[in-house]
Every structure is written in structure tokens, then in C-alpha cells.
């Protein structure tokens, strides 16, 4: 991948004041146009997804609400995700980690972006947040 640049990254846990690790994982630096690109994406398939539930309800289902709240909502909810996708600037590498409250191995998951890049360790159930270093 380009612009893959091994990278400090502070591994802490949310709900606690602890000690946090320093890691260093390859991490991707997005430039604008993969930022606009990436967020629009992004939205056109959360859009893309509700208007066809939107669409699949009204023919499965006769009631008039579903689908009237699930079209202005894809709108509503479109730019929303954009512009969160948008403020990511890095994304994070498939790695594993030790988590910082129980030890064990957790993986990031693929596609996430920072910062902060918050998610939950499969053993223990704490939320890993992952800060620039
Ligand atoms: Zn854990």
C-alpha cells in the first residue's frame, strides 16, 4: 500500500486512567482526495442500502410510516457518515495487539480509521482506543 509509514500509535483503554502502550504499526496517511473519495463511498452505500430497504418495505410491507422515515433518514444519514469517514486521516493496519486491560491478543479490524480508532477486545469486552503518538 502507498503512503504506509510505520507509525507511533498510543494503545490505552477508555475507561480507565491506565498506563497506555506505545505500538508502532505501518499505518496509512490519507491524502484529500482518498479522504473525499473514501467518504463518499462511504455514504453512497449507507444511502444505497436504506433506500433499498426503504424500497423492499414498501413492498413487503403496506404501512406507509416505514418507508416515509426511511428515505428522509438515508439523507440525513449519508452526509452524516461522510463527514465521519472524512475526518479520518489515517487508516489502521489488520495487526495484532495485546489489549491493554486483559492481555490478550485482539486484532484491529480491517478498513478502521483514526483519530482516536476506538474498538472491543473480543476477550475482554473493553473498548481499545488508539491514539496518534
Ligand atoms: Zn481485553
Same mark, same amino acid.
Given at each position: ?31 484529500? !482526495?482518498?479522504? #473525499? ?14 433506500? !433499498? ?5 414498501? !413492498? ?13 433518514? #438515508? ?16 487508516? !489502521? ?41
Amino acid at each position: 500500500m502507498k503512503n504506509t509509514q510505520p507509525t507511533p500509535v498510543r494503545v490505552g483503554i477508555m475507561e480507565r486512567r491506565r498506563p497506555e502502550v506505545v505500538a508502532t504499526l505501518d499505518v496509512r496517511h490519507l491524502n484529500g !482526495l482518498e479522504r #473525499a473519495w473514501r467518504s463518499t463511498k462511504r455514504s453512497f452505500a449507507v444511502m444505497g442500502v436504506m433506500l !433499498l430497504l426503504g424500497n423492499l418495505a414498501v !413492498l413487503f410491507f403496506p404501512i406507509p410510516h416505514v418507508h416515509l422515515c426511511l428515505f428522509p433518514l #438515508a439523507f440525513v444519514l449519508g452526509p452524516i457518515i461522510a463527514f465521519m469517514s472524512w475526518r479520518d486521516r489515517v487508516l !489502521l493496519p489488520k495487526t495484532d495487539l495485546p489489549c491493554p486491560r486483559c492481555q490478550a491478543n485482539v486484532t484491529i479490524p480491517e478498513g478502521l480509521g483514526g483519530w482516536p480508532a476506538r474498538f472491543n477486545c473480543d476477550a475482554c469486552a473493553a473498548m481499545v482506543e488508539l491514539n496518534a503518538g
